[in-house]
């Protein structure tokens, strides 16, 4: 069975800093290419950012610079630390991967207050 479980979510604001946390199980974390997505209340769900196998890292415009994105290939664990966050940075965070199909965790809500 495959899980991944994000942790680290919460309300901050403007300008503050959040780290989330993704471990997956179940999976060949070292070979499988991850991401963070997320949904905003009323929009379609989006890319924030995502990692290869090898570490190679991909952003969405409007979080390059603010957002890091990195893994943990000896805990399974698949990290976005969050700094100089925005309003607009309120949504639901979800870890995915592609592993015998999509993979979704149950995401972790991220509220950024002015």
């Known amino acids: 069975q495959v899980y991944l479980v994000e942790s680290g979510g919460g309300s901050v604001q403007v300008g503050g800093s959040l780290r989330l946390r993704c471990t997956a199980s179940?999976?060949?974390?070292?070979?499988?290419?991850m991401a963070w997505y997320r949904q905003a209340p009323g929009k379609q769900r989006e890319l924030v950012a995502n990692?290869?196998?090898?570490?190679?890292?991909n952003y969405a415009e409007d979080v390059k610079g603010r957002f890091t994105v990195s893994r943990d290939n000896a805990r399974n664990t698949l990290t976005l630390q969050m700094n100089s966050l925005e309003p607009e940075d309120t949504a639901v965070y979800y870890c995915?991967?592609?592993?015998?199909?999509?993979?979704w965790g149950r995401g972790t809500q991220v509220t950024v207050s002015s």
């Open positions: 995915n991967t592609y592993w015998r199909g999509e993979r």
């Open positions: 179940g999976i060949n974390f070292k070979i499988a290419s």
């Open positions: 990692i290869s196998e090898s570490g190679r890292t």
